[in-house]
């Protein structure tokens, strides 16, 4: 997978293979994404207010906002880009690594590491109250 620099929408290629078992590339092209998008897909990734956290959403909400073009998929004949609705048509197996690949440069938040208390048959006593750890 690679990504173009300079402005210019970057490109994530997918390979998958035809009904004979042949190698297809993909391509799929992306602009990035504005402030609210970057904010809207984190508040997806890690959960909201009643919403717990989705990470296919996220990558299918960053994939929609931003993929502006795909190569190498066809209906009827016809490039699918030009279908009005081709993003519909995209396989959610094809826009969730694709938008994985695309999403690390607009992450937020980053889950911390838990910590967890000593049990008190390690440390030899009671473990500390809450909050003195």
Not at 36 to 60: H, K, M, T, W
Not at 68 to 74: F, M, T
């Amino acid at each position: 997978m690679a990504f173009n620099v300079g402005g210019k929408p970057k490109v994530v290629l997918y390979v998958d293979t035809d009904e004979a078992g042949t190698p297809v590339e993909l391509r799929h092209h992306f602009v990035e994404p504005s402030e609210a998008e970057v904010i809207e897909f984190n508040r997806r990734l890690v959960g909201y207010d009643d919403q717990p956290s989705d990470i296919a959403d996220a990558r299918l909400y960053l994939y929609d906002r931003c993929c502006i073009k795909v190569e190498g998929y066809e209906l009827d004949g016809v490039d699918l880009w030009t279908v009005p609705d081709w993003k519909n048509r995209v396989p959610a197996r094809h826009k969730l690594p694709v938008a994985a690949a695309f999403e690390p440069k607009y992450l937020m938040f980053r889950p911390q590491p838990v910590k967890a208390a000593p049990a008190a048959a390690e440390g030899g006593g009671e473990p500390p109250p809450f909050g003195k750890n």
